[in-house]
């Protein structure tokens, strides 16, 4: 047994001290500094010339990407494990894109829009054509909202017209979101998915389901265009649905830039679509993406060249040594708009009282935290959890507003006064005791494959144990850890917070605090009412009445619900103030870092006008986070808008 | 072996089918999590609604009760297994187990018979060596190598492999069975060219089963070296090399043969962590996947398959072994 455990240590160092040493075997010409040296890079960028390329004479974007693999892989972008997320933006189109971290939006489909009194009119582009060869119309456009009628903005829709092929009317109910957020409730969704023409039978059921419902009494309940869905027809129009994602085709049909040719279990081909609408917007003739699961063979593939473009931030000493031993890769790093963190579980004693939370979040030190989770982070240490991306703080909320909120900055004697406030004290042994004299352990809760959350929570559980209150980390399989930290089953839960996953709107990322992720795990209370029987009913509705910040009571749900519709922006933002200092106040969790997430171009096979030139040499080619709007506009670009646009037309073959 | 022996043996192994596949059923049930949960997470966030109503509403879309009684969903399972239906996949709703399973399996089956043979051979020889030459330098360069390749997990060697072969050479394809640009058929392309993607997994699995075949090979020969017969033939002239194959060699590899066919059975399972390294589409990948997405129907399908295989392979090596060993056939009779 001894033998076999020296084997093994033996072999693994061998292993790795040869994987390092064949990773450096491996040279490059002239990269990109050099050339950026050699003045070869100077002024604006334009596309090569087909004769004049060098490097990718194939005019071939290579990528990485994922699918269910043949024979589960299936065209319907609604079926079960979809067509994958990467891939759905080569061949999809939307009415909009928008970009997820300065909510930009920009047209796509829809040529024009005019703005009427409870009207959104939405002029399409003519000519434009799904890859089976029939036109896209407005019907298309409507067969989108009819079926997929759990859209976020069918909440906010009475009805949607279509006066000829090329015009879509979207009318608003009566009061309508404020225009900003109409625009982005429109702009979230990729319109161009649904061909009528494809799925006409499953469109028109829907339809005929949907006319079945009454119109709701009041604004009080949430229904698809102000409709009551009684549960019957709710399972009618599921099952539909159900219907309709099981329909095919075979292979995806859109009337994006470029057209499905091929799949294997590893590998998608996807070829130029020659009837595109915006054809000087290709810049490829193929795209080749790899279904590459295993991280390290991902590096391996960066490290090589054999990639155009890399979506992510490895481990600096990863990041470090592919940028050494490529000289032609290229990192940008970006904010994500989601930050790491960890939520109290208020179900639990002694986390129902702020003050104990509040100490706890005055143990931790971020920088560590940040350290561990991510290096490329960015902690903020005097918030607790706001509901507000950390970097747009000082945009989104007023001065007054942040003035007033608690620094929770690491304080280890200010945490030992709070916890002496409600009763506790500290033993010789350093460990901290409750009221009754009882030593408590608590345990932190993680998805075992979330790196950042689980490095981060092995930290703050140290610090905690080291205050003298024993935490231990459980780093749970992913597939059931989400249902049991919903169900309360840990102390404390990590996840993303303050995050928005859609656009990146202030209201947005408050929406998965108190309606969404965070209020399961936090366990807010629910409105309970009795039904029929006697028994207690519970509504999935907030039940939140806290103080705000000029001390009167605070209905959150209400305020929540009241948002959308107020049409002041000084309102609004008043409203934000309060919701994101009661999350502050109420320290229901604690923002460790804010995530920040890379991108990686490869120079040598893709050229165009890399954002930030001028600091390329200077940075090492690591590039620091971009400080102007245009910077960040182009890095976020680079990410493909996190998932929204289409960037290869952007950039071109080298 | 007697035809009532046979029987016997059949009969033992249709009850162990019988007894894995119950087993197979109720354990899958007792793991936590379920394949609504992120079934209904990926719901809620691709339609925009609260996770409780995308719940609500797959449960009623595939009509899967969670708490339907355990001997209902036994009788339904057993219902379609007469039929040869393996159900369909719960997250995959249009894709039956009974296909997934066809598309799986050769591969596995391509790659993991190749390297099963090719080890195995390379293996029986060098452990014969190693006892027949017990001074030779043989000896401790072949243990060592098989403490490490025993003590390394197979995974890492195929990294390795990968690191090596594909993305520093480049002699090797990254992964995959074959490449997008060739026409899959019985065609010289496709055949040459799946040969050529199947080369580093083949490799990874010869290289990690080849020392084990060795020593146990040499264990086995060592023992035959002492016997009576093989003294006894030494001192009658046999020339060293006919000794070595026709007397030490057939009768030493005996009682790998019921570990060969056991280890045919347990490979049709394939290597989740192989097969996702090279992103190779075999039965592996496939328990991988369905194991992370709680798809009890294809869980419960996949492991029925697997564990038929080892059955069926121990019940050919026990019939087989009574052919080739007579005095198994003496116990029968």
């Given at each position: 047994m001894n033998l076999l455990r020296s084997g093994k240590t033996w072999a693994t160092l061998a292993l790795a001290v040869f994987v390092a040493a064949m990773s450096g075997c491996g040279a490059s010409s002239p990269g990109l500094a050099a050339r950026i040296e050699a003045g070869e890079l100077q002024g604006a960028q334009k596309p090569v010339p087909d004769d004049q390329l060098k490097f990718n004479k194939e005019k071939i974007f290579r990528v990485l990407g994922g699918w269910p693999k043949p024979p589960l892989y299936q065209g319907n972008p609604f079926g079960s494990g979809g067509i994958g997320d990467t891939n759905n933006r080569y061949m999809f189109e939307g009415l909009y894109v928008f970009?997820?971290?300065?909510n930009d939006v920009y047209n796509v489909l829809a040529e024009s829009t005019e703005d009427g009194p409870g009207t959104t009119t939405v002029h399409l582009h003519k000519g434009v054509k799904w890859h089976d060869g029939a036109p896209f119309t407005s019907k298309d456009v409507w067969a989108y909202y009819r079926l997929n009628n759990g859209a976020d903005v069918t909440k906010y829709l009475s009805s949607i017209e279509t006066p000829d092929d090329y015009t879509v009317v979207f009318r608003w109910l009566d009061p309508a979101p404020y225009p900003e957020l109409k625009k982005l409730l429109l702009a979230q969704d990729l319109q161009g998915q649904i061909p009528y023409h494809l799925y006409q039978k499953y469109v028109d059921k829907a339809d005929g389901l949907l006319k079945q419902a009454k119109p709701l009494p009041d604004r009080s309940k949430d229904g698809p265009f102000h409709l009551d869905i009684p549960d019957e027809l709710n399972k009618q129009i599921a099952l539909n649905w159900n219907e309709f994602t099981r329909s095919g085709p075979a292979v995806p049909v859109g009337t994006g830039p470029f057209k499905f040719e091929k799949v294997t279990t590893t590998d998608m081909l996807l070829s130029r679509n020659p009837d595109y609408w915006q054809p000087d917007a290709v810049n490829y003739d193929k795209i080749w993406i790899k279904n590459v699961p295993e991280l390290s063979a991902q590096y391996a593939l960066v490290k090589s060249g054999k990639l155009d473009w890399y979506d992510g931030t490895p481990p600096k000493d990863i990041l470090e040594s592919l940028l050494k031993l490529n000289p032609d890769l290229l990192h940008y790093r970006m904010y994500d708009p989601a930050s790491v963190g960890l939520m109290y579980n208020i179900r639990r004693k002694p986390f129902e009282q702020v003050k104990f939370r509040q100490a706890l979040t005055y143990v931790f030190e971020k920088s560590k935290l940040r350290e561990i989770g991510n290096y490329y982070g960015k902690e903020y240490p005097k918030i607790s959890m706001t509901g507000i991306m950390p970097s747009s703080l000082e945009s989104e909320l007023s001065a007054e507003a942040l003035g007033k909120m608690t620094d929770y900055t690491h304080n280890p004697e200010k945490a030992a006064s709070l916890l002496q406030e409600i009763g506790w004290s500290k033993g010789p042994d350093g460990l901290w005791r409750d009221p009754g004299g009882h030593v408590p352990s608590f345990i932190i809760g993680a998805p075992n494959n979330w790196v950042p959350g689980v490095n981060s929570a092995q930290i703050a559980a140290e610090q905690l144990t080291r205050f003298g209150i024993p935490t231990k980390l459980k780093a749970v399989d992913s597939t059931i850890y989400f249902a049991n930290a919903d169900k309360g089953l840990y102390d404390m839960s990590m996840d993303w917070v303050d995050v928005s996953w859609g656009f990146q709107n202030p209201w947005s990322s408050l929406k998965v605090v108190y309606w969404d992720g965070t209020k399961k795990k936090v366990g807010f209370p629910n409105v309970k009412k009795t039904g029929a029987d006697g028994s207690e009913i519970d509504t999935g509705r907030l039940d939140l009445k806290v103080a705000g910040i000029d001390g009167k009571t605070v209905d959150v749900d209400k305020e929540m619900r009241r948002f959308p519709y107020v049409q002041e922006e000084s309102e609004r933002k008043a409203i934000i103030d309060n919701l994101a200092w009661i999350a502050n106040e109420n320290c229901w969790g604690v923002n460790f870092f804010q995530n920040v997430t890379g991108a990686w171009i490869n120079t040598r096979t893709m050229a165009g006008n890399y954002p930030m030139m001028d600091q390329i040499v200077q940075s090492g080619r690591d590039m620091p986070l971009p400080e102007t709007d245009a910077d960040r506009l182009a890095v976020t670009h680079l990410n493909h808008g996190f998932n929204s646009t289409f960037m290869p037309r952007e950039y071109w073959p080298r | 072996m007697s035809p009532r022996g046979i029987a016997k043996r059949i009969g033992m192994s249709a009850v162990t089918v019988l007894l894995a596949m119950l087993l197979t059923f109720v354990l899958l049930r007792m793991t936590p999590g379920s394949a609504i949960d992120s079934w209904a997470r990926d719901y809620a966030t691709q339609r925009g609604m609260s996770l409780e109503e995308a719940y609500r509403q797959i449960t009623a879309m595939i009509n899967y009760n969670p708490n339907e009684p355990l001997l209902t969903q036994l009788g339904r399972y057993l219902g379609g297994l007469l039929h040869g239906n393996l159900g369909m996949?719960?997250?995959?709703?249009?894709?039956s187990v009974n296909e997934i399973i066809a598309n799986a399996l050769p591969w596995t089956l391509f790659v993991l018979s190749i390297s099963l043979v090719i080890s195995f051979l390379i293996g029986i020889n060098l452990g014969a060596m190693m006892a027949f030459r017990r001074k030779s330098l043989l000896d401790p360069i072949v243990s060592i190598y098989a403490i490490i390749t025993s003590s390394v997990p197979n995974f890492i060697v195929a990294i390795l492999l990968l690191v090596v072969f594909s993305f520093q050479f480049g002699w090797f394809p990254v992964n995959g069975a074959y490449d997008p640009v060739v026409e899959p058929g019985f065609n010289l392309p496709f055949l040459s060219n799946v040969l050529y993607h199947g080369a580093l997994p083949i490799l990874t699995y010869v290289i990690t089963t080849l020392g084990t075949w060795a020593l146990t090979m040499k264990g086995s020969a060592v023992n035959v070296l002492g016997e009576d017969y093989i003294v006894a033939a030494g001192i009658r002239g046999v020339s060293e090399r006919t000794l070595m194959s026709q007397y030490v060699k057939r009768n030493a590899m005996l009682p790998l043969i019921t570990t060969l066919a056991v280890n045919f059975g347990f490979m049709l399972g394939g290597s989740p962590l192989i097969e996702n390294v090279f992103s190779y589409p075999g039965m592996g990948y496939y328990i991988g996947q369905a194991t992370q997405q709680r798809d009890y129907t294809l869980m419960q399908g996949l492991l029925l398959v697997t564990s038929v295989a080892v059955i069926v392979a121990n019940l050919a090596s026990d019939l087989i072994y009574a052919r080739l060993d007579p005095r198994v056939k003496l116990e029968e009779g």
């Open positions: 970009i997820r971290s300065t | 996949s719960m997250i995959y709703q249009n894709v």
